[in-house]
């Protein structure tokens, strides 16, 4: 849920800071450290968090795509805005929707996993 929140926040940060007339520059570098800092902390940090809850760590795929795609997509989104290179609001943006879809990629194989485990039926009294 962490993940929404901090995706959202990315969404809103540059349209914030152009209402307070912050030249364009600006605004990608501030939205990219301000997103891609704590998205970072919570991909990187994804898979100790799960040991700790879980005693596993997580399944190849979401390491795969969650954790590697989208801290590579953060960190080359960071340096790239960073450097103010050209399309700096092009690379941002294009990090924000990888790294959405990375979080539901997780989110739905994480309900697919849930929705497989047997469910436990408590025993209904026989009809009399």
């Known amino acids: 849920m962490t993940y929404i929140f901090v995706l959202t926040a990315a969404a809103l940060l540059p349209l ?3 209402l307070y007339d912050i030249q ?3 605004i990608w570098r501030g939205s990219g450290v301000l997103f891609a800092l704590p998205m970072l902390f ?3 940090t994804y898979p100790h968090r799960r040991r700790k809850v879980a005693v596993k760590g997580p399944p190849p795929a979401i390491f795969a795509v969650f954790v590697v795609l989208g801290s590579a997509v953060t960190l080359a989104m960071l340096g790239y805005v960073l450097v103010c290179l050209q399309y700096s ?7 924000l929707t990888i ?3 990375t979080v539901v990629f997780g989110f ?9 485990q047997p469910m436990e039926v408590s025993e209904r009294p026989a009809p009399d």
């Open 42 to 44: 919570l991909q990187v």
């Open 108 to 116: 739905v194989t994480a309900l697919d996993v849930i929705m497989q």
């Open 16 to 18: 914030l800071f152009a």
């Open 89 to 95: 609001a092009a690379a941002y943006i294009t990090a």
């Open 24 to 26: 364009e520059k600006w």
């Open 99 to 101: 790294d959405f879809f």
